[in-house]
């Protein structure tokens, strides 16, 4: 089994996966680490020589490459969605779980972070609502289950996702 975990910049995906990870006694993987080493520089260096049309095109093949991997849980990066043909491999490699976060929770999460080049906007509030308006719809679309994480630990989230994932057999 795998579960992937989607959903916004700063909803707590990677801190909640390694949780879970845990939990069920599964490996973790973040697909932004996966990405940063397959490219051989960092996230703001591939939007910036590349673009992010190329950045999209290595998430991808990342992807693709997790699809065959068993006992995993993935923390996507949050634009994963955003490209349809990561739909049909997130529903077919595992369950898709979404964390759910308000914009001014996000906000407070990833305002000191330099390493989001979306969010190096003059108005990076502005740009959290209008990318989570565009994905909102996908998130809910691909996910399996939604986790509301405003005010809560990633612990608590991620005992949540394995308590609903053991019930679902
Ligand atoms: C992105 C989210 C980031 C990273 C990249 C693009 C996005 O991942 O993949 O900066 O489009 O939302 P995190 O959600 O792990 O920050």
């Known amino acids: 089994m795998k579960v992937f975990l989607i959903?916004?910049?700063?909803?707590?995906k990677t801190s909640t996966g390694k949780e879970?990870?845990?939990l069920l006694d599964y490996r973790f993987v973040d697909?932004?680490?996966?990405?940063v080493q397959r490219a051989g520089m960092s996230i703001p260096e591939i939007f910036s020589r590349f673009g992010e049309e190329r950045f999209r095109e290595i998430e991808t093949e990342v992807l693709r490459d997790l699809v065959n991997e068993d006992d995993l849980v993935v923390s996507c990066g949050g634009g994963v969605v955003v490209k349809e043909r990561n739909h049909f491999l997130l529903k077919q490699?595992?369950?898709?779980v979404f964390l759910m976060a308000s914009p001014e929770v996000i906000y407070e999460r990833v305002k000191d972070d330099t390493n989001r080049p979306l969010l190096n906007v003059p108005d990076p509030?502005?740009?959290?609502?209008d990318l989570l308006n565009q994905r909102m719809e996908k998130y809910l679309n691909v996910s399996d289950l939604q986790i509301d994480t405003d005010g809560r630990s990633p612990s608590e989230v991620a005992e949540e996702i394995a308590r609903l994932i053991r019930a679902d057999g």
């Open 93 to 96: 490699g595992g369950k898709v």
């Open 125 to 129: 509030m502005d740009r959290i609502r």
């Open 31 to 35: 697909m932004d680490d996966l990405i």
């Open 20 to 22: 879970l990870a845990k």
């Open 7 to 12: 959903g916004f910049m700063g909803s707590g």
